[in-house]
């Protein structure tokens, strides 16, 4: 008899969603959704409020990247403005996000995804969790928790709050960055590459044994992928030009603006997902989920390893080989098991931008 | 030994700020798990029923849809005290700016006007909650304990409200530092 399995919910990740699994009258898998299920209004509500009042509103999007938000909407408020931002106010804005980048991405790894990978997959559900790895390996669940902090402090340290500091805004930012708060960072910083060199080892030795079943299966689809480039090919996360790659890494564009986003981003609607979904635009909208024109299915985390022939990532190279091995075909920082190493990969580069 | 109590956290209508500042608490979480089990929480636990005979729940966000109302007056069922957990919780604060508007218009605006194709209202009968015509604070909806207030409330604030009631006490948020909003 066919039936649905319902995930309600789905937990260990960053915000509210329920998964769902059609069986056929077989028992065999014949679809499988991904559903959020938040809706808030913002593009209702956002709208007749001061353009400087939209930092501190959309911050609230997300208690996880506010700095995203933050930082997208002093960058808009730049353009109305038609200012220039200072050099140092530039450079701070930079830091912020790196500092983002650390506490966002360390929270994926280590407090909500690691579980899986340390204590296993079937492990008992009532500790295969941040607490159970708190148990189960003290000092390393400290690491990811200092690792995690220390993304956090940089953030208080330059907008005075950890979470939803409004302190980037049109034109720069309010503050500097005194002399202690630097100190300070450069104290803290050897600890989190550390931490991070730690991450990446771990996970490709987790790569090479349990999870070797898992790279080649878990979450395998196509997916575009999107990230920013900086004008010499380098890595970049707030500035530059926007790049497009398939999921076995070919070019589909490049060198977009985000002031033309309209013209190559849209975004279609689902009856069972409060989420819209996002394509390109020159592709149209996918006929089906798996087989055709992929969906643009991530946009930060993967994507962020930067795609395309320029890509240069010592750290990140090493294990790549492991990945293909398993599936020739697609790149490995593209793949879903990868994307926790690709994850990492930006705390790495964070913690070197410093 | 003291017997360990049994903590939940649950987020409804609101954007995990409150836990993050939870997980703020960084070392400090080391001492939590002395004291308690987490037994539901969306950051910390894969359970998905909310159990019997929790001691203590911290609840993030307003009361913005089916699902929520649903799973507040569960927790209300089951939990000892109820902590209304960070502004959203405590005011309705973002998510009631909603309120200005009626829901088929948010809805409008966000899934009709502003989507490129197949402009529609998200609509799955037991999947996707439907919204409540008016977002709601938690007290509006269950009875509350404890508030703690904040956008979100910084982690010595919550720590300043945890500390006494793992330890069986009321705790006694007063002035500025512990009570301030945003």
């Known amino acids: 008899m066919a039936r649905t399995i319902t995930i309600d919910p789905v937990t260990r990740i960053e915000g509210h969603a329920k998964i769902t699994l059609q ?91 690691s579980p899986d990978f340390l204590l296993g997959w079937e492990s ?14 003290p000092e390393l669940a400290r690491a990811g928790i200092r690792l995690r ?22 034109g720069g930012v309010r503050s500097h960055l005194s002399v202690e708060a630097r100190d300070w960072i450069l104290a803290r910083l050897p600890e989190a590459k550390a931490t991070v060199a730690q991450a990446l080892a771990l996970y490709k030795t987790l790569l090479d044994g349990p999870l070797a079943r898992e790279q080649r299966t878990f979450g395998d689809f196509p997916s575009l992928f999107m990230a920013l480039i900086a004008s010499d090919g380098r890595w970049e996360c707030i500035e530059g030009a926007i790049r497009l790659v398939d999921s076995n890494g070919q070019l589909v564009a490049d060198a977009l603006s985000e002031d033309d986003y309209a013209s190559f981003l849209g975004e279609a609607v689902e009856p069972w997902s409060t989420l819209k979904f996002p394509y390109y635009k020159p592709w149209g909208i996918p006929k089906a989920f798996i087989g055709s024109a992929p969906w643009l299915d991530s946009t930060c985390a993967s994507a962020s390893v930067p795609p395309g022939p320029t890509a240069s990532w010592p750290s990140f190279a090493s294990a790549a ?34 | 030994m003291t017997v360990r109590l049994r903590l939940a956290t649950v987020w409804l209508a609101g954007c995990s700020g409150c836990h993050m500042s939870l997980l703020d608490l960084d070392e400090w979480l080391f001492e939590l798990a002395r004291w308690a089990d987490i037994v539901y929480s969306p950051i910390a636990s894969d359970t998905k029923m909310f159990p019997e005979g929790v001691d203590i729940c911290l609840v993030e966000g307003a009361v913005a849809n089916s699902d929520n109302r649903e799973l507040a007056l569960q927790l209300r069922e089951r939990s000892r005290l109820v902590v209304s957990f960070g502004d959203c919780a405590v005011t309705g604060n973002v998510p ?8 088929q218009s948010v809805l409008d605006r966000g899934y009709g006007e502003l989507a490129d194709q197949t402009p529609q209202h998200p609509h ?19 009875a509350v304990d404890l508030f703690v207030p904040g956008c979100p409330p910084p982690a010595p604030r919550i720590r300043a409200a945890l500390e006494p009631l793992l330890q069986g006490r009321r705790p006694v948020l007063e002035g500025a530092d512990l009570l301030r909003f945003g």
């Open chain 1, 149 to 170: 902090q220390f993304g956090q402090q940089v953030l208080e340290l330059l907008g005075g709050r950890k979470i939803h500091a409004a302190w980037a805004v049109p």
């Open chain 1, 23 to 113: 069986l056929d009258d077989a028992g065999q898998l014949v679809d499988a959704r991904f559903h959020v299920v938040e809706f808030r209004g913002f593009e209702t509500f956002c709208e007749g409020h001061l353009f400087t009042e939209m930092g501190g509103l959309t911050a609230r999007i997300c208690g996880i990247c506010p700095v995203s938000h933050l930082l997208a909407a002093a960058k808009t408020g730049d353009k109305l403005l038609a200012v220039q931002v200072p050099p140092a106010a530039r450079q701070l804005r930079r830091l912020l996000n790196l500092a983002q980048i650390c506490q966002s991405h360390a929270l994926s790894f280590f407090h909500l995804s």
């Open chain 1, 124 to 137: 008992d559900v009532a500790r295969r969790n941040l607490f159970g790895l708190m148990a189960a390996d």
């Open chain 1, 321 to 354: 080989p492991r990945r293909r091995a398993a599936a020739a075909s697609s790149p490995p920082h593209l793949h879903t098991t990868m994307r926790a190493w690709s994850r990492s990969s930006p705390v790495w580069r964070a913690s070197s931008s410093w």
């Open chain 2, 96 to 103: 009631a700016l909603r309120n200005l508007w009626s829901c």
């Open chain 2, 124 to 142: 799955a009968p037991g999947i996707v909650p439907e919204l409540l015509e008016r977002v709601l604070p938690l007290h509006q909806v269950i």
